[in-house]
């Protein structure tokens, strides 16, 4: 299933880069692209993502 998060060819190869080293830091840049798109969109952001990226960022 689709989420309709249309990801670019740079943000997919930095992802796949950062996945070798981090892969909180992987997680929250995919959140932060998430709430881009949905700001972007006027759409609602889920609870859940903003305490993922918060406890994500606790973490570091």
Same mark, same amino acid.
């Given at each position: 299933?689709?989420?309709?998060?249309?990801?670019?060819?740079?943000? =997919?190869?930095? #992802?796949?880069? =950062? &996945?070798?080293? $981090?892969? $909180?830091?992987?997680?929250?840049? +995919?959140? $932060? +692209? *998430?709430i881009k798109? *949905?700001?972007?969109?006027?759409?609602? +952001?889920?609870? $859940? &993502? +903003?305490? #993922?990226? *918060?406890?994500?960022? #606790?973490?570091?």
């Amino acid at each position: 299933m689709r989420h309709g998060l249309d990801r670019n060819w740079e943000d =997919l190869e930095y #992802a796949r880069k =950062l &996945s070798e080293t $981090d892969l $909180d830091a992987v997680v929250l840049y +995919i959140i $932060d +692209i *998430n709430i881009k798109e *949905n700001v972007e969109k006027q759409k609602q +952001i889920h609870p $859940d &993502s +903003i305490y #993922a990226r *918060n406890e994500l960022l #606790a973490e570091k």
